[in-house]
């Protein structure tokens, strides 16, 4: 295997497989609250980005759900992150923060849609991935709709698969 671009050193922890320890949890003030189970994978192939693909199913029928692939780069010699996120709801997204320690605090920098994505439209993320001091992986994340403030959407737990 190509050995980790230095640029990216910083986030090795991320790199390899993660599956939801117990089933994620949905919230918004605008829906009903869901469980859902997620697999992520981060990997490279020796340049300077991670790729990265996340896939949720529901929690009882495991039928698959929400979707989000892409990349994700750090700026030399700094600890910027930019996540490069296409989802399937048809958005694509620019998300960007800071990583410190082994947390990482992204919102959004740009997005776009498909002219015929779903109702309501998504104005900002906020995301927060954070390895804990128990070796699993955090993730929350809120959101800003056209019709609703910032408030989160997930929150989730991951493991590395047995
Ligand atoms: C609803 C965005 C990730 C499951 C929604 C809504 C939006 C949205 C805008 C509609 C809210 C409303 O009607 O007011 C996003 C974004 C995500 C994301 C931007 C990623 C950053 C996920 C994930 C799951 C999920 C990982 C896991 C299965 C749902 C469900 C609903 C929902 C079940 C309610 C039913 C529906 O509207 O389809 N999401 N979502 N979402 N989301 Fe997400």
Not at 32 to 40: D, H, K, N, S, V
Not at 71 to 84: H, S, Y
């Amino acid at each position: 295997a190509p050995e980790l671009n230095p640029s990216l050193l910083p986030l090795n922890w991320l790199l390899g497989a993660w599956e939801s320890d117990e089933p994620g949890e949905g919230s918004f003030p605008s829906i009903e609250p869901f469980r859902y189970t997620e697999t992520l994978h981060f990997s490279h192939v020796g340049g300077p980005m991670i790729n990265f693909m996340f896939n949720a199913f529901h929690a009882e029928s495991k039928k698959p759900m929400h979707q989000e692939c892409g990349f994700i780069r750090m700026q030399p010699g700094t600890n910027k992150v930019a996540f490069i996120i296409a989802q399937n709801s048809g958005l694509m997204e620019i998300e960007e923060g800071e990583l410190t320690g082994k947390q990482l605090n992204l919102k959004t920098h740009a997005l776009a849609r498909i002219s015929f994505a779903k109702k309501p439209q998504v104005k900002q993320i906020s995301r927060e991935f954070q390895l804990r001091s128990d070796g699993r992986l955090e993730q929350t994340v809120s959101m800003a709709t056209d019709n609703q403030p910032l408030k989160q959407h997930l929150h989730v737990i991951y493991r590395r698969p047995s």
